[in-house]
T-cell receptor
Framework: DTGVSQDPRHKITKRGQNVTFRCDPI?????LYWYRQTLGQGPEFLTY????????KSRLLSDRFSAERPKGSFSTLEIQRTEQGDSAMYLC?????????????FGEGSRLTVL | DAKTTQPTSMDCAEGRAANLPCNHS???????VYWYRQIHSQGPQYIIH???NNETNEMASLIITEDRKSSTLILPHATLRDTAVYYC?????????????FGKGTLLTVNP
């Protein structure tokens, strides 16, 4: 399957621990996005990259959150000192800019539970 | 981005057409209407998009009113696998604004 893949699919951690999620986008896609989704809500934009450059960050992305895309391929989203309010599904999406319809391809998400 | 309004939930009988409405009265001239859906425990999936003409693909049809203030997504023959939350999103296409703003969407339940 050559879609967007995310790892791990599920993560349970204790409050105060650090967690890291990985996203592998579709190989030819140069844009990569992170979204967060809590129960009963639609996905909320966190940040996006074009190649390795992080071009926009939402105010939802507090200083405990950091995202990287070091070589313009896979990306990581790290949450430091997790809080119970960080419990959510973290979704990654990718797209190709030029000649694109604006369609985003989403992965299946990484579900975080903070105890 | 323009805001959209959708019903919270809808029901449809299997095999019948599902018509999902969306209001976007503040849409501007360069904004497209996008539809995504999210099946339980999966990531959102693109369905279709349009500017002002009606569009059809293998998944659905999109009907946009002439004044572009509302649209309807049509699933012609709904199946149980179409049970999902459907999101109507208004967004500029191209340029730097590929960021999608999701609302709460419409939960479509297809009943046997």
């Amino acid at each position: 399957d050559t879609g967007v893949s995310q790892d791990p699919r599920h993560k349970i951690t204790k409050r105060g621990q650090n967690v890291t999620f990985r996203c592998d986008p579709i190989s030819e896609h140069n844009r990569l996005y992170w979204y967060r989704q809590t129960l009963g809500q639609g996905p909320e934009f966190l940040t996006y990259f074009q190649n390795e450059a992080q071009l926009e960050k939402s105010r939802l992305l507090s200083d405990r959150f950091s995202a990287e895309r070091p070589k313009g391929s896979f990306s990581t989203l790290e949450i430091q000192r997790t809080e119970q309010g960080d419990s959510a599904m973290y979704l990654c999406a990718s797209s190709y800019v030029r000649g694109n319809t604006g369609e985003l391809f989403f992965g299946e998400g990484s579900r975080l539970t903070v105890l | 981005d323009a805001k959209t309004t959708q019903p919270t939930s809808m029901d449809c009988a299997e095999g019948r057409a599902a018509n999902l409405p969306c209001n976007h009265s503040t849409i501007s001239g360069n904004e497209y209407v996008y539809w995504y859906r999210q099946i339980h425990s999966q990531g959102p999936q693109y369905i279709i998009h349009g500017l002002k003409n009606n569009e059809t693909n293998e998944m659905a049809s999109l009907i946009i009113t002439e004044d572009r203030k509302s649209s309807t997504l049509i699933l012609p023959h709904a199946t149980l696998r179409d049970t999902a939350v459907y999101y109507c999103i208004v967004n500029q296409r191209g340029g730097s604004n590929y960021k999608l703003t999701f609302g709460k969407g419409t939960l479509l339940t297809v009943n046997p």
